[in-house]
């Protein structure tokens, strides 16, 4: 499981003969959780490093620590910030009050003008090291100038050389702060962190310089020990580079440190490959390394006194829990715990990976369904139309100007249209040639044959090249449709594969099992297909309850109470005979839900609609409602209107964000036929974690939101689908509130009043006017005040949708399960 809001342990079993070590263990355990709260949560951590590093050094003058210190703790815990300038201040005062004086001077000056520049920033986290090295060097450069009352080169040197140790400190800060004081992260530590994490640990001990316990060096020891600990958790390469660090940092805080480096690094070699000898392994390496370099020159200090601070550091490390190491171990990169922390991620990966190609594999099926399926219009009206035009360019350039047009045309319209369609006919099929008998009865008839001959044949040929392209994007259609399919076909059995797998969640299955049952309530079968906060799925086989309930009157609230979130039931499937089982699923609630109704009419009464009218659940906790009106009515604009809502239905259920799911949908409609045939799109997307809106209006007329006596109009400029390939989609942005009512329209119910000259005033008006606020009443009000309107004629396609936005209250409080014990 990798990340939940609930974790869970094992029940209680039996008190017997380990109830003293269950005792002991419940004991450290309190212990360690009462540690965690005081230095984690509450903040108290950041007092005592703010002491340590208020007192560091850096070649026995410079202290350019405090500053970054604090900056990054206000950046990144503001509400502790206080805390760690206590602490700085007086470990600042253990050196001098001067140095204290000038800490809390320069901190307040940071306050003040980072405050002010606040406004202008764009992006605080890049500008704080900048602001910290800035306003440090200023602040040396007044303090040395204060001091000696002039300025050498050597006063401008060093304050260059703070400054620029500031604004690197500011940015390790940064990276390691977070690691100190978030007391449960999930997320697996990178290289940057971990050498940010050393540096800043290694900072945090030069503080302990100068102190001493029995003659034994505090520095010494503590360096000693955290190499240890990250040599037996990683081995030799993080062991050595955390004594190199660690033994540079303490080199320059004091140059007597500079043998220590070489102890440290060689400790940390040896550590790392002896590591499998457990800790043992790992003080042996420590052990050997000091009596080498001990040995090797004394380095200030004598061998006896350097072998009782390795063994102090050994005794440290040896009381260091297993349990503190393993949870360490998580983070850094090539131990085994860490491998494993990475398959769980992986998993997860995998089951997201497989959901979404899924999706994407149906957005591909239903794109290859829009472009194999064949045009409304049946062959012969087809036919028909085509000849049509091909006569009237014909009679064009020959009839128009003839002075027997009104003879053949006017009298004898039958006859000339049923000679000339033969001709058309012949020379098609003839190579441009006419039957005798054919021409010899047609120059009877008409005094420009030849004429009429010539210009056949010229329009022939385009007819022909037509025909032919026609044919051609028909097959590339037909070659486009099949390869989308296979496309489909490849990424749906890909996530097949990939889900044959489920994350292994058994142990909390049967926890949760074990509750239910202690309840007295039975359940057959547990799977937990995730625990995610706000993105619970839990499916489960209910014996049937003969329609009592349980599921949602029970078995959700005490879900509810066990993973800390309302729990609802999502779907339901009742056995179909009493000694069957229920098949549940159980998801996390949203916050709002959206009740619709909707109320549509064809023009003249027809039963075939130009509008289509779709809302759409998705999940990721939105609701969408979309309206399209193809272009004209019947058959066709029915077509073109649905097959938008499809297709846009199936791009926003992978995952795209709504303004390229437009686009696309733009793209293939242009591209997937050569006749101009339009459709307009009124698209709103509701969040329901927290009834933000956005409205997206392709061509389509206004909405309006009422809230209470006041009605709010929604607008967008947009062209309609498919008139051009490339264009902009603005959206409208709307905040809603719980009882708001939203409601969408074609234009044929926005622009159906006769006789009114403003719509939207109408509009706001029949609005205003309503008592009720029941989505389906309002709608079929709504559509039959419009068709009152114009004397019970229906001459558009008429559609109206209207949305209401309302809380989600569960039906029942969470049901305490005290058997299943959590861990805090």
């Not at 049509?388 to 009839?399: A, G, I, L, N, P």
Request: aromatic content about 8%; glycine content about 8%.
């Amino acid at each position: 499981m990798e990340k939940t809001n609930a974790s869970f342990i094992e029940p209680v079993g039996k008190v017997n003969l380990h109830s003293s070590k269950w005792a002991l263990g419940s004991g450290l355990g309190k212990f360690h959780a009462l540690l965690e709260s005081f230095f984690i949560k509450k903040g108290y951590l950041l007092l005592f490093v703010g002491f340590l590093l208020g007192r560091a050094l850096i070649l026995a003058k410079l202290t350019p620590f405090c500053l970054p210190f604090f900056a990054s703790v206000y950046l990144v815990r503001r509400e502790r910030a206080p805390l760690a300038l206590i602490g700085l201040v007086v470990g600042a005062a253990t050196l001098s009050l001067a140095n204290a004086a000038f800490t809390f001077t320069i901190t307040v000056w940071f306050l003040v003008i980072f405050r002010i520049s606040q406004k202008w920033l764009t992006n605080e986290l890049r500008a704080l090291p900048f602001f910290v090295g800035i306003i440090l060097g200023i602040g040396k450069l007044g303090e040395a100038f204060i001091l000696s009352q002039q300025l050498v080169l050597y006063d401008l040197m060093m304050v260059g050389v703070q400054a620029c140790l500031a604004f690197i400190l500011t940015l390790i800060f940064l990276q390691s702060i977070p690691l100190l004081t978030l007391n449960k992260r999930r997320q697996l530590l990178k290289t940057e962190e971990i050498v940010c994490l050393i540096i800043m640990l290694a900072s945090i001990m030069t503080g302990t310089i100068g102190w001493q316990v029995y003659d034994l060096s505090i520095e010494h020891i503590m360096s000693r020990y955290l190499v240890l600990v990250f040599a037996f958790i990683a081995g030799a390469t993080v062991g050595s580079t955390v004594g190199v660090v660690t033994g540079l940092i303490f080199s320059l805080a004091s140059v007597s440190s500079f043998y220590h480096m070489s102890l440290l690094a060689f400790s940390g070699v040896l550590g790392g490959l002896l590591k499998e000898g457990k800790k043992i392994g790992v003080s042996i390496g420590l052990f050997i390394a000091t009596l080498l370099i001990g040995m090797y020159g004394e380095g200030g200090g004598s061998l006896l006194k350097t072998v009782l601070e390795s063994t102090a550091a050994v005794c440290l490390f040896l009381l260091t829990p297993q349990a503190l190491t393993s949870r360490l171990a998580k983070y850094i990169p090539g131990t085994p715990e860490y491998t494993a922390e990475q398959q769980k991620y992986m998993r997860k990966m995998r089951d997201v990976t497989a959901q979404r190609v899924s999706q994407f594999s149906g957005v591909f099926h239903a794109l290859s369904k829009s472009f194999s399926k064949m045009e409304v219009i049946p062959d012969e009206a087809e036919n028909d139309r085509e000849m049509d035009y091909f006569m009237s360019h014909v009679t064009e350039k020959t009839c128009q100007t003839c002075f027997k047009k009104e003879q053949c045309w006017a009298k004898n319209f039958n006859t000339t249209y049923a000679y000339m369609e033969e001709i058309i006919h012949e020379m098609d099929q003839n190579d441009g040639t006419v039957s005798t008998k054919l021409s010899r009865d047609w120059e009877k008839l008409c005094t420009r044959s030849k004429k009429v001959y010539e210009t056949i044949g010229q329009q022939l040929t385009f007819f022909q090249a037509n025909q032919k392209l026609k044919k051609q994007v028909q097959e590339s259609r037909k070659l486009v449709a099949d390869q989308l399919l296979g496309v489909s076909e490849v990424m749906d059995n890909f996530a097949k594969e990939i889900q044959r797998e489920r994350e292994n969640h058994h142990k909390q299955e049967e926890q949760i099992i074990e509750a239910m049952q202690g309840f007295g309530i039975h359940i057959e079968q547990v799977e937990i297909y995730s625990l995610d906060p706000g993105n619970v799925d839990i499916e489960m086989s209910v014996p049937f309850c003969n329609g009592h309930g349980e599921c949602e009157k029970l078995i959700a609230p005490m879900l509810s109470d066990i993973l800390e979130e309302t729990i609802v039931v999502n779907k339901e499937e009742c056995a179909t005979y009493p000694n069957g089982f229920c098949h549940v699923t159980f998801r996390s609630s949203k916050a709002f839900t959206v009740e619709t109704g909707t109320a549509h009419a064809a023009k003249d009464g027809g039963l075939v609609s130009g509008d289509s009218y779709s809302t759409i659940e998705l999940g990721l906790g939105k609701y969408a409602i979309a309206i399209s009106d193809g272009m004209g009515n019947g058959e066709r604009a029915h077509y073109e209107s649905n097959e938008t809502l499809m297709l846009l239905q199936k791009i926003l259920q992978s995952g795209i964000e709504e303004r390229t799911a437009i686009k696309s949908i733009n793209s293939i409609l242009s591209l997937r036929t050569t006749d101009e045939i339009f459709s307009t799109l009124d698209l709103a997307m509701i969040d329901l974690k927290n009834a933000s809106a956005k409205f997206l209006k392709i061509g389509s007329t206004p909405s309006f939101i009422k809230r209470g006596k006041k009605i709010i109009k929604i607008q967008a400029s947009n062209l309609p689908i498919g008139i051009l390939q490339e264009f902009e989609v603005d959206v409208v942005s709307e905040q809603l509130k719980a009882g708001d009512l939203l409601v969408m329209m074609s234009d044929g119910v926005f622009e159906g009043p006769n006789h009114v000259e403003n719509y939207d005033l109408w509009m706001k008006r029949k609005l205003l006017e309503l008592e009720t606020d029941d989505p389906q009443e309002i709608a079929d009000l709504i559509l039959e005040e419009v068709i009152r309107s114009k004397s019970d004629i229906i001459d558009d396609d008429m559609t109206v949708t209207v949305a209401k936005i309302k809380h989600n209250t569960p039906k029942w409080a969470s049901i305490p399960v005290y058997n299943l014990k959590r861990q805090a």
